[in-house]
């Protein structure tokens, strides 16, 4: 195994966020999931568009939240995910490499636009979307890029590839070459509607070993094990896979590994302002501290710092250097 | 005089916010006037984006943002600006339209996309525009409706209007059909640079009376009469127009009428995150106490409160209700 170019390559949805805040009542009226993520389509995305409030726009995407916060606290990262060669794809590209990521995907010149997911910020902080996949759905196996995962230590790669078309390809594509060059494979279930969706497919990925490490909220944990039972589907999740990380917002979060169970605890927040971005954030500063090499409890306490820091204002990525905020806490960087 | 279907109808060049926080280093590397608005071309807007952290985006222009604000005060605003029918004019239209206020401007078919700023907001919170007029640049008198003119009670012009070819007729029309009417016509200066450019014609609008009111910061004012001798320009404003409102940041606003001249005091903040829209959401409260009748202590009490609501957070249109603000505040709504 050569040294690693990369310390984190994310494969996912490349969506550019239109974020605003509303009040329950909107959800109810739209017949919308609160908390939940929904795949809309064009017809969809133009009535929920129309009857919103005044918009405040940013790129995300789950697993390039990740990345950006990987980048943010000093990693190097690479992202590969499809948009559009238009105005919003440009700002997307922007973007994430202004973040500091590699980004090399070539956009569509044609078919739909750059996908967009209309997130409801409710008062309580959490997040309702509504994603229109758009070119997204174009990403294929193709766009892998074999040389760029195989230089990277971690893929990390997300549950919401399943819904596009071709993406689970460009997935076990891109697990394959990670694993023949020695490389680790990590998977976020991303919702538990996803898990609901790809339950059999997912469990299976972690049974064959095609992914290393699994991160997953609550929710997700009882939607994939379908009980209730929060320790008896941790027991599943640790005979299933090599590496789980169980989020459970204020609670902290739970690793859970064949050496054994440790919980650790969530930093205090001041006030949560918008969720959006929370298990994405986590997953970073956990990533961050593995390739750091430093131990589960500091992973997990760099991943609590930044979802910390993503849940106190409006948008999924960092507002401020995770760098100097992981030092200010006294946590490894 | 009919009644007024309109409290306050705004002009100006609609223009798409992109903020980034940066430190003052890239100021200086890149040739930037701290605080000011540069006007840009394409070539230097993609060197600046280039070389730019990465964004947040949301829809702004000085007086669609200060009828944004008038709307979120309760006031019934229309506005004018030119976008291109392209994806940002779109989010545009959205995001004005979405804050209540009635937009029906026709968008650009073919020539430059949808104008845009590079807002860089260093640590002290201060802002530096570089304003690429892209659509705004096809706003002629074409564009004035007339009717909704007549039927507003102030119409609220920017001093950027002078900047593209052809807005500054499309203003001339609008104040002349204002006046017609028996309606007020209201200028904002804008920022210290454009009052250089235009200095001579800002000073004949208020001196043959195309203006009745002028919204100026100490910068603008100072700039217009070439003077740093504060007091000696106050007494130039008051003589050169009817109302003068002059802002002074933390040291509050001077309201300068033929009756006299009085000083109202500046709203406490927590922190200055971003002062892009300041001025703005100032003549917006400022303005909301005009058409309710409240007194200029009242007016100007309204317009520190909306100032301090927008300072404390990214970007430049309020992200709380400012009528429930006001409420809060014992001011009236």
């Keep these: 195994m050569t040294s690693a170019k990369y310390d984190v390559l994310g494969i996912g949805n490349a969506i550019f966020d239109v974020l605003v805040q509303t009040d329950e009542g909107f959800l109810a009226a739209h017949g ?28 995300g995407g789950s697993a390039a939240n990740t990345i950006v916060g990987l980048a943010s606290l ?52 959490e997040r309702t979307m509504n994603t229109y996949l758009g070119a ?51 998977l976020t279930l991303s919702d538990s509607f996803c898990v609901d969706r790809y339950r059999g497919e997912f469990l299976e990925l972690m049974r064959q070993a095609t992914v290393d490490l699994v991160f997953a909220n609550e929710a997700e944990l009882h939607s994939l094990y379908e009980t209730s039972d929060f320790d008896a589907a941790l027991r599943q999740l ?59 409890e500091a992973a997990g306490r760099l991943g609590a710092l930044a979802a910390a820091e993503v849940i106190q204002h409006i948008g999924a990525r960092p507002q401020t250097s995770l760098k100097e905020l992981a030092k200010a806490n006294g946590l490894p960087v």
């Design 32 to 59: 919308m999931t609160k908390g939940g993520m929904s795949l809309i389509d064009e017809a969809r995305a133009a009535e929920i568009y129309r009857d919103m409030g005044p918009a405040v726009e940013m790129s």
């Design 74 to 125: 000093g990693a190097r990262t690479a992202y590969i995910g499809k948009i559009k060669d238009d105005q919003i794809g440009r700002l997307y590209a922007h973007d994430i490499r202004a973040a500091g990521v590699a980004f090399g995907t070539a956009a569509a010149a044609d078919g739909p636009a750059t996908g967009c997911s209309y997130i409801l910020v409710t008062p309580d902080g």
């Design 136 to 186: 997204a759905q174009q990403l294929t196996s193709g766009d892998i890029d074999a040389a760029e995962v195989a230089a990277s230590s971690i893929v990390y790669l997300e549950g919401y590839l399943w819904d596009p078309k071709d993406a689970k390809d460009a997935f076990v594509k891109a697990a394959a070459i990670a694993h023949q060059a020695g490389r680790q494979v990590a």
């Design 238 to 296: 640790r005979s299933d896979v090599g590496l789980g990380v169980v989020t459970r917002s204020e609670k902290g979060c739970v690793v859970a590994s064949k050496d054994g169970v440790s919980a650790v605890p969530a930093f205090p927040v001041r006030a949560i302002v918008d969720t959006t971005g929370a298990g994405d954030l986590f997953a970073a500063g956990f990533l961050f501290g593995l390739v750091r090499g430093a131990g589960y």
